[in-house]
């Protein structure tokens, strides 16, 4: 392999490590705060597409305007998604919250089908986004080295808001002990809601991303992608934030070059994250950034 | 008590005879479509009842229950179909030696089934039992994932994304009615043993079960295994019943509706999981109507395809969120309850009292 195509390979590897880290962020978040995986996150990215295809396409909205509005209707449709499948359920035993998230997924998925229909629609990716540029002799689309640095903006707010903000501090504490956060005056719902609202947002800015560089779009796009970015999440330790990107990264990484340099197995691509998901939880159960809990009786 | 035991000896004893009337009337009378979904809620009640072990009885959230199916399905159509029929599907890539050759007869080949599933769910069980709540579920998800990407490429075995075709109809009303019964009488036992009660205090608390001496991962590992058995029997039945097979047909989506069927039974009731998996069915059929154009008459009203998933992704959000505890919650039916009950008991007293006069007028 010339250094070229390697280098094509890392820089594709890159940016599907962005997408991956993106989403599994939204993954790790509601986990940290209530325990949970979010099974609807996968459809709450997909959602997001759609928002974005029916802006841009059905409306003439341009993308500029389109995007931002994309981003607040997915926090909605994900505050949504919490309120109806997981608040009620708030003091159930864990097992009924997980259907009930399966449930949610799965309506959204056929509902998805029966008011957009199952046949892939084409993304409608904004011409700045798709040129090709070329590097040295590689080239390469524009939007591979957008991805990183939006991923990379994203993130940094996301931290700046974690640890700086007030609302940060309440999500941190939900986090710990949901009975002590609420003795201190902490609105657990309201601090729960905003978490899946941020999760949703960030699950959208990888879904209009993921778009732009796969322009075809389905109601079944979202379960690959999403149990792989739950994959990356715990690979990096569930519930740590900066485990979630590492995870993304090792994985989107991982997959290019899995099928780089052995392509006899590009038919097991998508085997190849849960593989490692089962080497990673056989030998470090709590990821790579989780610390070990004990269970106290 | 000795009364009742016998009262209710005999009521089971007659509602056996019944219902095997029933099947030789259904075999040769009804209408093939109406013994085709007779025998989908058969399956499906073998399908909820193995899930219902791992899930509902040990509390091992597993979500894998597809994969077994498919390993059943494959194992047991691929023994049973003719060399010729082989011959002629495989056309992308000769089938594998012995296997195209092999033939075996019927319940020969769905106890392979149902034992290679039992070796695969064994094969898994090692790491993914070490794992609790969701890290089991997403890892046992994974799991029938990978089973399914594997039987997608594995072009000289499955022969790929291409299917099965042709597997010849064996499944009838007696085989799957038969291991249906068979399936409920074992795991009935098992749950009243000593392996039964051991698995219910896994999952009432792992941690207390384990002190009071229970061997975690063998309980677990039987509990799984046993329900991988079924799983991949019932899955052979159903590749025999439906004569296609392709691994599309394995994906999560599969799982989750014989997730419906558990929870909607109840979470550690057989019965009730069996009671749950007709009335799936059964509304499945009904429900049919939503994917089709409906003629009232005066007006068309146009169904749309996937109407009747959003319906049942939509029950079963509302199972879970005002009706936790299912049909059942973790009870076995039994005469008893039954024939305490409001309903039944009015009955019988009305028909006690009117009878000398002629019948019940209510």
Partial sequence: MTLDLFLQHLSNGISLGSLYALIAIGYTMVYGILRLINFAHGDIFMMATYFAFFGIVTFGIPWFITFPLVLVLTA?????????????????????????????????????????????????????????????????QKLTFYIPVVTLISLLGLVYLINKTKTGMAMRAVSMDHETARVMGININRTISFTFGLGSLLAAVGGIMWGL??????????????????????????????????????????????????????????????????????????GILGEKTAEKV | MAEHKKRNQILTAVSVLLLLGFITFAENYLDLYIVRILNVCAIYAILGMSMNLI????????????????????????????????????????????????????????????????????????????????YLAIATLGFAEIIRVVFTNTQTITNGALGLKGIPALTNLWWSFGTTAFTLVVLLSLINSSYGRAL????????????????LAKHKTLSFVLGAFFAGIGGGLLGNLLGTIDPKMFSSMFT?????????????????????????????????????????????????????????????????????HGLMGSKEFSWDRLLAGKFVRKLMGCFKKRLPEGGCDQ
């Fill in chain 1, 213 to 286: 560089k796969f322009p075809q779009i389905q109601p079944l796009m979202g379960v690959i992608p999403g149990l792989k970015c739950f994959i990356a999440a715990v690979i990096g330790g569930i519930g740590n934030i900066g485990g979630a990107v590492i995870g993304g990264f090792i994985l989107g990484i991982g997959e290019i070059m899995l099928i780089a340099f052995l392509p006899n197995l590009t038919g097991y691509r998508d085997a190849f994250a849960f593989v490692l998901l089962i080497l990673i939880l056989m030998s470090k159960p709590t």
């Fill in chain 2, 200 to 215: 219910k205090a896994i999952r009432e608390d792992e941690i207390a079960a384990e002190a009071m001496g229970i061997n």
């Fill in chain 1, 76 to 140: 909605v449709l994900g505050m949504g998604v919490e309120a109806v499948a997981y608040r009620p359920l708030r003091d159930a035993p864990k097992i009924s919250v997980l259907i009930s998230a399966i449930g949610a997924s799965f309506f959204l998925e056929n509902l998805t089908i029966v008011l957009f229909g199952g046949v892939p629609k084409p993304f409608p990716a904004p011409k700045i986004f798709t040129d090709v540029v070329q590097v040295g002799t590689v080239s390469i």
């Fill in chain 2, 55 to 134: 899930n509902g009885f040990t509390g091992l959230f597993s979500l894998g229950h597809a994969g077994f199916m498919a390993v059943g399905a494959y194992t047991t159509a691929l023994l049973t179909m003719p060399p010729a029929v082989k011959q002629q599907i495989f056309y992308l890539a000769p089938l594998a030696k012995p296997l195209d050759q092999m033939n075996l007869a019927f319940p020969l080949a769905l106890l392979a089934g149902g034992l290679l599933a039992a070796l695969v769910g064994l094969l898994i069980a090692a790491p993914v039992l070490r794992l609790k709540g969701d």
């Fill in chain 2, 256 to 324: 989750f509706n014989i997730l419906l069927i558990v929870v909607l039974g109840g979470m550690g009731s057989l019965t009730g999981s069996i009671i749950s998996a007709f009335i799936v069915t059964i509304a499945n059929e009904v429900l049919r109507f939503l994917d089709e154009s409906i003629n009232l008459g005066f007006v068309v009203l146009q169904g749309k395809v996937g109407m009747r998933s959003v319906v049942f992704s939509a029950a079963l959000m509302f199972v879970v969120l005002f009706y936790r």
